[in-house]
């Protein structure tokens, strides 16, 4: 692999940050919105945000004909089952452990790789997926008993990861003539209208207005790591090898512990010290070329 130019290890350290800090915001914003009716506000406030980008930017919203498949797949996929999994998640595990079940996308994408499109790795990013997964089940180690007792935040949490490979895959593997920011614009619209339904018929209508709090991480949430976000991840998708930019976030749950230590004044404990220097050692294995002989 030929060397990660600075503007895409800029865009993965942003993406990481505003990704990774996101996670606490979730619990805050769930203490008093109900999971569907916290996600169509967040989907309807990128919306907003991606309009007003685009419009701006005088950039076409068109779709060619032909993509609409994949591209309904994709936002099913990205997007739909991610924002409903991982809220859910977070209502039966702490954020962070949340999140590290999640972010176990990049171990689905190597598996989806291998076995349905025949995808060969290479010893280091090998090395890489295998220190990648020490540093996740370092996290998951202290979690064993909760996860135990609150099933259904794992099954959660994986699902989400799952899907997220899939969409990787599907937004990787598919041309997208004319589309930049568009891509990520109808991903998010597809996805809204089904959600808000959901919020419907499983939360009512909102029987009261939520706290300034709420509401600042709501939109937040919306604005930055939901619009912006994930403009920023499918640019690193289209420039990197999947496997590489599913490994690239692999930092992400690292910054949702500490954001949790800091916010929600969560111990830090000796096996996340481990994840987390193993997870520097996957990052660097796979986005720094090794010598060439």
Not at 122 to 138: F, K, P, Q
Not at 224 to 240: R, S
Not at 269 to 275: K, P
Request: charged share 10%; net charge positive; proline share 7%.
């Amino acid at each position: 692999m030929s060397r990660v130019s600075p503007k895409v290890l800029a865009l993965l350290a942003a993406l990481t940050l505003v990704w990774g800090t996101n996670w606490p915001l979730f619990r805050i914003a769930l203490d008093e919105l109900p999971v569907w009716t916290f996600r169509t506000m967040v989907l309807a406030t990128a919306a907003i945000v991606l309009t007003a980008i685009l419009l701006v930017r005088r950039e076409n919203f068109a779709v060619p004909r032909n993509k609409w498949p994949a591209l309904i797949l994709a936002s099913a996929m990205n997007i739909g089952v991610w924002n409903i999994a991982t809220s859910l998640a977070v209502l039966y595990i702490p954020s962070g452990h949340a999140s590290v079940l999640a972010y176990t996308m990049p171990l689905w994408v190597a598996v989806l790789g291998l076995v349905v499109f025949g995808q060969k790795l290479t010893g280091r990013l090998l090395a890489a997926l295998a220190i990648g997964a020490g540093a996740v089940a370092a996290l998951m180690i202290p979690n064993f008993e909760s996860y135990a007792t609150a099933p259904l935040g794992l099954f959660w949490g994986l699902l989400a990861g799952f899907c997220w490979a899939i969409g990787t895959f599907v937004v990787k593997r598919t041309s997208w003539p004319g589309m930049g920011l568009s891509l990520t614009f109808w991903q998010i619209l597809i996805t809204l209208p089904p959600v808000a339904l959901g919020a419907l018929i499983f939360d009512g209508l909102p029987t009261r207005w939520p706290s300034t709090p709420v509401l600042i991480a709501t939109i937040y949430t919306g604005a930055i790591p939901m619009a912006l976000g994930t403009i920023a991840w499918f640019t690193l998708v289209k420039l990197l090898p999947a496997q590489v930019a599913a490994l690239s976030s692999i930092a992400i749950p690292i910054v949702a512990i500490v954001s949790g230590i800091l916010i929600l004044q969560e111990p830090l404990s000796a096996l996340q010290a481990v994840a987390i220097g193993s997870t520097v050692l996957s990052l660097w294995l796979a986005l720094v070329p090794g010598r060439q002989r």
